[in-house]
């Protein structure tokens, strides 16, 4: 009997130690999706999503040939739906996410990346890698969100406000 209110005693001394954390990062979460004027529509990714970025990164270096092992420091996925289109519609990005990047050799890099519908293979697929101007691609891309998912993501693109 005593070894279980000692079970729960300690138990709950580690609940009440981890709110303080828990509280600073809801306010922390907060504060970030409402900085400027506009919210901010970008959360992480779920783990499904989390999995297909991650290989389609490691696709995207591997098949480029390239001697790299980057470390994920950062994923955002833009909240911004892509337009209700036709039933039979294919080939189109329904979702946007951001990868920050950190490799020893090479620095920090930003991926931006699209979830591609096209059945039976969809799925993430890196569309730009590099430090400036990452998302700036054409607005047909965006199916009339770019603004949004651009701001979502927090990417900047010379002209596009």
């Known amino acids: 009997m005593h070894d279980g209110r000692m079970h729960i005693r300690l138990s709950w001394i580690l609940v009440v130690r981890s709110l303080p954390v828990a509280l600073a990062a ?21 783990p499904l999503e989390r999995g297909g970025i991650q290989q389609a990164i490691f696709d995207f270096f ?3 040939g390239q001697v790299a092992h980057p470390t ?3 994923m955002l996925v ?4 892509a337009p209700h289109l036709p039933a039979n519609a294919t080939r189109y990005y329904s ?3 951001r990868v920050d990047l950190s490799d020893k050799k090479a620095g920090l890099a930003t991926a931006f990346l699209g979830f591609y519908v096209e059945p ?3 799925g ?3 569309l730009q890698l590099g430090t400036v101007a990452v998302g700036c691609l054409p607005a047909s891309v965006f199916r009339g969100h770019k603004v949004a998912v651009l701001r979502d993501l927090r990417l900047v693109c010379p002209g596009v406000h």
């Not at 809801?26 to 779920?46: D, E, F, K, M």
């Open 26 to 46: 809801t306010v922390a979460s907060l504060a970030i999706a409402t900085a400027g004027n506009a919210t901010v529509a970008a959360r992480p990714p779920s």
């Open 62 to 64: 591997d098949a480029k």
């Open 72 to 74: 994920i420091t950062r």
């Open 78 to 81: 833009s909240t911004r739906a």
């Open 95 to 97: 979702a946007f996410a």
């Open 120 to 122: 039976p293979l969809s």
């Open 124 to 126: 993430w697929r890196v």
